[in-house]
T-cell receptor, first 117, second 112 residues
Framework: GAGVSQSPSNKVTEKGKDVELRCDPI?????LYWYRQRLGQGLEFLIY????????KSGLPSDRFSAERTGESVSTLTIQRTQQEDSAVYLC???????????????FGEGSWLTVV | DAKTTQPPSMDCAEGRAANLPCNHS???????VYWYRQIHSQGPQYIIH???NNETNEMASLIITEDRKSSTLILPHATLRDTAVYYC?????????????FGGGTRVLVKP
């Protein structure tokens, strides 16, 4: 596609339920990132996928959060047993990633707005 | 990744140039300077990036000092639609990780 596509764009869920958020990166982009942004706050890095390498999960806030990526395509971010503190916009981004000194640009999607009630 | 320092906010008059400063005094030789902006309720939008030389594109110009310890993003003719939070980010590129680390940014308000 022309850009990073995320779905759903909005999701309201009850506390304790599981949610899945989907990201379709730009075609050909090998690197994929998830960020979270709570209302009025900055972007927090969650997880990074690069090709067949082990993902960088250093930003995942708890074991309720997990993400998968199939090859170099779609990624799913799963939040189990959602809490009200999980309410945020979840942003996905992708880039080409050809190694050191690449300077390749990261492009963001419009995000999935999650509200836990 | 090197940290950046930006003023928390600034105002700009519509039609005038907006000059957004960023300090990155601990930048390493292989780190790029990236600028993104985030308009309310939208995903961050890429503006421009550079390594050593000044850069210009259809959106903005990026001026990097010779010692690379600071840079300035220039919006040549600000419009009301340029009201946004602007993020200056330095990004180390290595095989094991290539993520952007966002700071607080500068909240720019373009006034009529």
């Amino acid at each position: 596609g022309a850009g990073v596509s995320q779905s759903p764009s909005n999701k309201v869920t009850e506390k304790g339920k599981d949610v899945e958020l989907r990201c379709d990166p730009i075609s050909g982009h090998t690197a994929l990132y998830w960020y979270r942004q709570r209302l009025g706050q900055g972007l927090e890095f969650l997880i990074y996928f690069q090709g067949n390498s082990a993902p960088d999960k250093s930003g995942l806030p708890s074991d309720r959060f997990s993400a998968e990526r199939t090859g170099e395509s779609v990624s799913t971010l799963t939040i189990q047993r959602t809490q009200q503190e999980d309410s945020a916009v979840y942003l996905c981004a992708s880039s080409l990633d050809v190694g050191s000194n690449s300077g390749n640009t990261i492009y963001f999607g419009e995000g999935s707005w999650l509200t836990v009630v | 990744d090197a940290k950046t320092t930006q003023p928390p906010s600034m105002d700009c008059a519509e039609g005038r140039a907006a000059n957004l400063p960023c300090n990155h005094s601990t930048i390493s030789g292989n780190e790029y300077v990236y600028w993104y902006r985030q308009i309310h309720s939208q995903g961050p939008q890429y503006i421009i990036h550079g390594l050593k030389n000044n850069e210009t594109n259809e959106m903005a110009s990026l001026i990097i000092t010779e010692d690379r310890k600071s840079s300035t993003l220039i919006l040549p003719h600000a419009t009301l639609r340029d009201t946004a939070v602007y993020y200056c980010i330095v990004r180390v590129a290595r095989a094991a990780g290539n993520k952007l680390t966002f700071g607080g940014g500068t909240r720019v308000l373009v006034k009529p």
